[in-house]
């Protein structure tokens, strides 16, 4: 149910014909191989199952381990990188997915216990980003491939963003955005990020129904394309039309249980992917996949945002600042061992 907000909330909707559409999403797609069906209500269909059959414990009979509507949880990690098996999914809670289970609770901080516990299934339910979090390649089969850190997609330093016309984003909406490329160009202190039009645009952004390729718990993915005839690649960012998606003047109205989400946030995150960030576990990132209840606004980065920014710096200059690098660490050493003799 959306909320009351109407006069205060910006709700994009495609306007993008079917078959457009149609020609646009499938590519996407095969990255997971399968397609997306997760989330909020997979996690309900789980917690229900547990709640009625009292399961708390992970040392459960052989006969309770088949657990009503497991198979799209087994999904989920399969599209995040928690689950290797591209076979059909069934019900049944195998070791394989146990250990899924764990690999997810590890990587989050949360209790592990190899058990689809509330803690767990919480964090399921939550809206996140579309790009797994493990386990994933640069790889351009389909012509179009994940962000993968390590990888770079361009090699120059002035990059242009653009909107797409029929999404018809709002000239306030692509003011936010402007302020989260602008947020990142300071943060890599070289690159310089200008509006252009969409079609010369190096970094696509537009408004979809993700519902069909993903669930509608997905905010947002961010994917790089080739070219075919020049191996020219450009990004897309796409996020979510069926939200409703919020202003910072409008930070009253966040509520991810009515699909409200605050654009600025979404936009630093999916950003962050195309300048060369993997998903960060630590919820302090921007790079944090899911958006959690305390944190509904976050455009800020983190430390550790701003120091794997400033590293793909150091990756793109090679050599030159490579050395730089072992020297400014010499010398510290250095000057620690100096004020240990001193001491
Ligand atoms: C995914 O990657 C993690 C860490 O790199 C590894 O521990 C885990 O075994 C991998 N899982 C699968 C299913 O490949
Ligand atoms: C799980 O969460 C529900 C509500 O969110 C609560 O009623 C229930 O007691 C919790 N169960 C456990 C085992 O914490
Ligand atoms: C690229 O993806 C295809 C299909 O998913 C896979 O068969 C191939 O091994 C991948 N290549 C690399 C280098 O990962
Ligand atoms: C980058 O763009 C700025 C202005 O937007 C321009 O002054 C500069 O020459 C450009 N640099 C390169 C390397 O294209
Ligand atoms: C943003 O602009 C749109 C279209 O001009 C307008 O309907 C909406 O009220 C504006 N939102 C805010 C929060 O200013
Ligand atoms: C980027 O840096 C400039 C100059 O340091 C500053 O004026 C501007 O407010 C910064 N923009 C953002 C979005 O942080
Ligand atoms: C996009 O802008 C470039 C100049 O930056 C111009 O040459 C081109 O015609 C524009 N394309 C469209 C579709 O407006
Ligand atoms: C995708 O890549 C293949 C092989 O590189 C190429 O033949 C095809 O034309 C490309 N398709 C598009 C839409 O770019
Ligand atoms: C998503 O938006 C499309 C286009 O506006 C609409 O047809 C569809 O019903 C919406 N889906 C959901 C789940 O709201
Ligand atoms: C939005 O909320 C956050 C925390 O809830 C607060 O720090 C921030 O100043 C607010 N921004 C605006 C524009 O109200
Ligand atoms: C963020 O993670 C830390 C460490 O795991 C935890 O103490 C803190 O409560 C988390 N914050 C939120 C808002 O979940
Ligand atoms: C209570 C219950 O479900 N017990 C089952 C535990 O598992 C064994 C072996 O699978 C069954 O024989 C029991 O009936
Ligand atoms: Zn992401």
């Not at 793109?316 to 100096?338: A, D």
Request: glycine content about 6%; some cysteine; proline content about 4%.
């Amino acid at each position: 149910m959306k909320p009351n907000l109407s006069a205060f909330l910006l709700l994009f909707l495609l306007l993008l014909h079917q078959s457009l559409l149609a020609n646009a999403v499938p590519p996407l797609a095969k990255i997971g191989q399968i397609g997306y069906k997760w989330g909020k209500k997979a996690a309900k269909t789980v917690y229900d199952y547990y709640r009625k059959h009292d399961i708390s414990s992970p040392e459960q009979n052989q006969t309770l381990k088949e657990i009503k509507g497991l198979s799209r949880i087994k999904e989920y990690f399969y599209n995040f990188g928690y689950l290797q098996s591209s076979e059909t999914f069934n019900d049944i809670l195998d070791q394989q997915t146990v250990s899924a289970i764990h690999t997810y609770q590890q990587s989050f901080n949360l209790q592990v216990t190899g058990d689809l516990n509330n803690e767990t299934l919480q964090l399921i339910s939550l809206p996140r980003c579309a790009v797994p979090d493990m386990n994933f390649t640069y790889n351009f089969t389909e012509n179009v491939s994940w962000p993968k850190a390590g990888n770079q997609w361009f090699d120059k330093i002035n990059l242009t963003y653009g909107f797409l016309p029929t999404s018809n984003i709002p000239a306030n909406a692509t003011k936010v955005f402007g302020q989260a490329f602008t947020r990142w160009a300071n943060a890599t202190g070289r690159l310089i990020l200008t509006q252009t039009n969409y079609t010369d645009a190096d970094i696509k952004v537009g408004f979809y129904v993700l519902d069909d390729v993903f669930d509608a718990d997905v905010f947002g993915v961010s994917f790089i394309r080739e070219e075919s005839p020049s191996n020219v690649k450009t990004a897309e960012i796409r996020l979510n039309g069926n939200m409703s998606w919020a202003l910072p003047s409008e930070n009253n109205s966040l509520s991810w249980e009515n699909d409200v989400l605050d654009l600025e946030s979404v936009a630093m995150h999916e950003i962050g992917h195309l300048l060369g960030l993997d998903h960060s576990f630590s919820n302090e990132s921007v790079m944090y996949p899911y958006i959690l209840p305390s944190q509904q606004r976050k455009i800020q980065l983190s430390n550790i945002d701003k120091n794997k920014i400033l590293q793909k710096n150091v990756e793109s200059n090679s050599g030159y600042c490579g050395s730089w690098r072992v020297l400014v660490t010499t010398t510290l050493s250095l000057g620690f061992g100096y004020m240990v003799l001193l001491a």
